[in-house]
């Protein structure tokens, strides 16, 4: 099982959750660790700073991973990271970081 923290900057936590907690998507698992926590005001809307972990099978690809992910945060969010990384809102820069970070994991588990 692959696992990692994402962060993802918000102004609508409530529809991001809703989101990203939708019952139709069986391959992966959310996990929220509750690490949400309000920035403060930007354009009249209070932004939120939402962690949580993302654990997904072996044998998912990154590609699935990264389209899933971006599908849900698009049209939400404004920021993103993975394992403390900033990155684009890009399909391929997500794809490209998680194929770093679980590659990264791997050869540390089997060191």
């Keep these: 099982m692959n696992n990692i923290v994402i962060e993802i900057l918000t102004e609508n936590r409530n529809k991001l ?4 907690l939708d019952p139709d998507e ?14 403060g ?15 997904f099978g072996i044998g998912i690809s990154s590609g699935v991973i990264a389209n899933w992910i971006f599908n849900k945060i698009q049209n939400t969010s404004t920021k993103l990271w993975i ?5 684009l809102i890009e399909k391929e820069h997500i794809e490209r970081i998680i194929i770093k970070k679980v590659t990264k994991k791997s050869i540390k588990s089997s060191e």
């Design 83 to 87: 394992e403390d990384e900033e990155i």
């Design 17 to 20: 959750l809703s989101d990203l």
């Design 41 to 55: 005001m930007t354009g009249g809307t209070e932004a939120c700073l939402l962690e949580f972990a993302l654990q």
């Design 26 to 39: 069986g391959s992966v698992v959310i996990k929220l660790t509750d690490e949400s926590s309000q920035l």
